[in-house]
């Protein structure tokens, strides 16, 4: 059984800083390319960063700079430093196993909801100006 379970949200005021984690089980981690997508109430899923099994990063335009993906494969686990937080980053953040080549392509960045597992409880991120 896949799980993903999303920690390290919280509220924090412009300019700070967060760590998001992703613990996964049930799914071959390391061979698999990880994303962040974050929803704010009343608007779609956007996707944040993706990290390809072989090492490839992907940023949406909006984070770039500022925030950076990255992956421990020895315990499964999935990461987004977030630095410099705006009040327009406030959301739910997941994490999801992509397909390799929405990943690899950078297409699932506009296209977030297309996942090999079904979404987690996310954690929530909160900026206040």
């Known amino acids: 059984q896949v799980e993903l379970v999303e920690s390290g949200g919280g509220s924090v005021q412009a300019g700070g800083s967060l760590t998001l984690s992703c613990a996964a089980s049930?799914?071959?981690?390391?061979?698999?390319?990880m994303g962040w997508s974050r929803q704010a109430p009343g608007k779609e899923r956007e996707g944040v960063a993706t990290?390809?099994?072989?090492?490839?990063?992907r940023y949406a335009d909006s984070v770039k700079g500022r925030f950076t993906i990255s992956r421990d494969n020895a315990k499964n686990t999935l990461y987004l430093q977030m630095s410099s937080l705006k009040p327009e980053d406030s959301a739910m953040y997941y994490c999801?196993?992509?397909?390799?080549?929405?990943?690899?392509?950078?297409?699932?960045?506009?296209?977030?909801?297309?996942?090999?597992?079904?979404w987690g409880q996310g954690t929530l991120v909160t900026v206040s100006s």
């Open positions: 990290a390809h099994a072989a090492g490839i990063l």
């Open positions: 999801a196993a992509v397909r390799d080549s929405d990943c690899y392509s950078g297409s699932w960045l506009k296209r977030p909801d297309n996942t090999l597992n079904a």
């Open positions: 049930g799914l071959p981690f390391s061979g698999l390319c």
